[in-house]
């Protein structure tokens, strides 16, 4: 009788179902002398926990002593962090300071218009190009849509 009910606690148990009275059989039945050969598998996962509740933490924690010659031990981290930094900071400098002088002339910042009128429309044309391409991509993306529409209907 006591082999069945402790199997019923057990499956109980690795149901995650046992209520902590249950749970209190379960473990004096292990720490106990008497228990079946059936159950010996479980008995040190049992022991385990009975242990487990009996250990306690250390209330200081000690920093470690250096193992070198007692020197300060000190994080470069930040250091070379810092060094990064300014050798990338130098670097801009530099490039910045180098390509201005020597900038081709391509590159330079010429007027092209005469007037604003005539930048105005060069825009103009620009801004409408880009339209009908927009207005072009919309209408296929309508189509396709359309074509999805009878799907939609089929899987709803």
């Keep these: 009788m006591e ?10 148990y690795w149901e995650g179902e046992t209520t902590l009275e249950e749970e209190r059989e379960l473990k004096s039945y292990f720490a106990s002398s008497q228990v079946a050969d059936e159950f010996l598998p479980f008995s040190p996962l049992f022991a385990f926990y009975e242990e487990a509740q009996h250990v306690e933490m250390q209330r200081e924690i000690k920093a ?5 010659g007692g020197g300060k031990t000190v ?20 490039i910045n300071k180098n390509s201005k ?4 002339e391509q590159y ?9 009128e005539e930048a105005y429309d060069e825009v103009k044309k620009v801004l409408l190009f880009v339209s009908a391409k927009m207005n072009k991509g919309v209408n296929t993306a309508a189509k396709g849509l359309e074509k999805m529409e009878p799907l939609h209907e089929i899987l709803n």
């Design 75 to 94: 994080n470069l981290r930040w250091l070379i962090n810092i060094a990064a930094s300014i050798a990338i900071f130098i670097a801009m400098f530099y």
């Design 64 to 68: 470690p002593t250096p193992v070198s």
């Design 101 to 104: 002088s020597n900038m081709p």
């Design 3 to 12: 082999d069945h009910k402790i199997k019923g606690l057990l499956d109980k």
């Design 108 to 116: 330079a910042y010429h007027d092209t218009y005469q007037s604003p």
